[in-house]
């Protein structure tokens, strides 16, 4: 089954207001937020963010891995949709175990 959109937006949005404590609570996270312009995380927050994402989501989201594949422009302009996208395709993709034995 896909994994929600909604639901991980709602999730990284709760997991963001725990990481920056200063967001306006009436401020609505979106799909276009951006971390660096919007929401002006810093790298302390980037690695709070990712310990959360790993215990929320386990192994399966490698959050490390995806940014490191960003190059600096991209990751200047990484938006909250994005990450929402990584996870949704992390969570509905068969862990690599799965996918090794199913090549066999």
Same mark, same amino acid.
């Given at each position: ?32 937020? &951006?971390? +660096?312009?919007?929401?002006?995380? @810093?790298?302390?927050?980037? !690695? %709070?963010? =990712? ?22 422009? &991209?990751? +200047?302009?990484?938006?909250?949709? @994005?990450?929402?996208?990584? !996870? %949704?395709? =992390? ?14």
């Amino acid at each position: 089954m896909p994994a929600d959109h909604d639901t991980i937006l709602t999730e990284i949005s709760q997991m963001l207001r725990a990481v920056l404590p200063g967001i306006d609570p009436d401020e609505e996270i979106t799909m276009d937020t &951006s971390f +660096r312009d919007d929401l002006e995380m @810093e790298s302390i927050d980037v !690695i %709070s963010l =990712a310990g959360r994402l790993q215990a929320r989501y386990g192994d399966s989201v490698n959050f490390a891995q995806f940014v490191a594949g960003l190059d600096v422009d &991209s990751l +200047r302009a990484l938006r909250v949709g @994005e990450l929402v996208e990584h !996870i %949704s395709a =992390a969570l509905d993709s068969p862990p690599a175990s799965v996918a090794q034995v199913a090549g066999q």
